[in-house]
Structures are given as C-alpha cells and as structure tokens.
C-alpha cells in the first residue's frame, strides 16, 4: 500500500538543540518527496522538496531509498520552527499526493 | 502572481442540510485542483482531485461530492450533512508533478 508514515505526533527539544523528524514511506514507483510545514495561523506551505537538494531555513532532509526514509533533519533548533510538519510524496506517473500524519514540533526557550 | 482564494472561511451548518464550498485559483491556466479535510492526528485526507473541467477524480467514498465548472474553479458539496463532515477543508492547486499550494481553509461544524 502507499503511505506516507510520520511516527512522532509530538516532538519538543530545546532551542539550539539538534531537531530530526521522522518520515517513511511505502511507494511502488518512484516517488517525489516533500515536507510541508504550517505554522500558528498561516497556511500550509512548502519546506523544501528532494528534488531540489536545498536547505531552507536551516532544515535539510535526504532521500534514503534502501530505508525508504525522508527524515527532516536541523541542527539548531529555534523557537520560531515551532509548527506542524508533513510529510507528503507524489510521482509523476498519478497526480495524487500522499500526507503523512503530521509531526508537532515545539522549541522550548 | 498566483493566489488561491477559498470561501467561506468558517461555517456552522444543521445536519441535514446542503453544503458548498467554493475554491478558486487566479494567475494560472489548467491547473490541478484538491480538496482535503485535515483533522488533529490524522493529517490531511485526500477526497477529490481534478485534472481539468468536468473530471472529478474521488479518492474517498463519503457524503461529498466535487465538481470543476470552470478551469479555475472547485466546488466541494453536499446534498445532506453529517456531524462527521465537520472538519477543516482546505484547497489546493498544482501544476504538474511539483508542490501544491493551498488555500486559507474553511472550518465547517455541522450541529
């Protein structure tokens, strides 16, 4: 089945302490990953995508095939990371993007 | 630039009755178009996606349905509601196999 798994509903670390959220999937094809994030009274947007090999505010996220993993990683986190994460992936042979669950990430002071 | 607009942003609806929510995409063509319903611990769920006018492709069978009366227009409905179609329902729009970009959201609550 394709699914998309974020296993941490919740994760709180201190600010400036290293951040990994968890993601992985389950896909036949050849999938195009993604993170999304949404913070307090904004809407959901675009963290950054693998295809792009980018790292935007600090947060990078590396594409495992054989661990079939997509794990958002930050090594310092700030307060203002503090919101709700997803996971997602989509391919080119459907129009169809898969969400994880969504991880709750909370920067303590 | 391109902007999604959805209406309304909230909404308090009796069970029984009838359902529209309308979603609209400006500064694109022949854009792909979603809806989700995003509920605490369960993420967002895929219920319609549209490729082009008049093709409604439905990904969970339920009390919804979609329709696509123009090229950058969405509408979710309901002929009856259920207390479980309260949630959050959030538009978005795509162009190709790259990100989406969603809508504000409208919370409906169905009493």
């Known amino acids: 089945a394709q699914r998309v798994t974020q296993p941490e509903k919740l994760l709180s670390v201190f600010k400036g302490a290293p951040v990994e959220l968890k993601c992985n999937y389950s896909?036949?094809?050849?999938?195009?990953l993604f993170w999304y994030v949404q913070y307090s009274r904004q809407r959901l947007q675009l963290l950054l995508r693998h295809i792009s090999r980018e790292s935007i505010k600090g947060f990078t996220a590396d594409l495992n095939k054989g661990e079939t993993s997509f794990h958002l990683k930050k090594p310092f986190a700030q307060e203002e990371d503090s919101a709700m994460y997803y996971c997602a992936l989509t391919s080119s042979g459907t129009y169809k993007y898969i969400f994880g669950t969504g991880t709750r990430l909370k920067v303590l002071a | 630039s391109q902007t999604i607009h959805q209406w309304p942003a909230t909404l308090v609806q009796p069970v029984g009755s009838p359902l529209s929510l309308e979603c609209t995409v400006e500064?694109?063509?022949?854009?792909?178009l979603y809806w989700y319903r995003q509920a605490a611990g369960r993420g967002l769920q895929l219920l319609f996606y549209s490729v082009g006018i008049g093709q409604i492709s439905s990904e969970v069978p339920q009390n919804l349905s979609a329709s696509r009366p123009q090229d950058r227009q969405f509408i979710l409905s309901s002929k009856k509601l259920l207390l479980s179609d309260s949630g959050f329902y959030l538009c978005?729009?795509?162009?190709?196999?790259?990100?989406?970009?969603f809508g504000p959201g409208t919370r409906l609550t169905v009493t």
């Open positions: 500064g694109t063509s022949n854009p792909n």
């Open positions: 978005a729009w795509s162009v190709g196999f790259y990100e989406q970009y």
């Open positions: 896909y036949s094809g050849s999938p195009e």
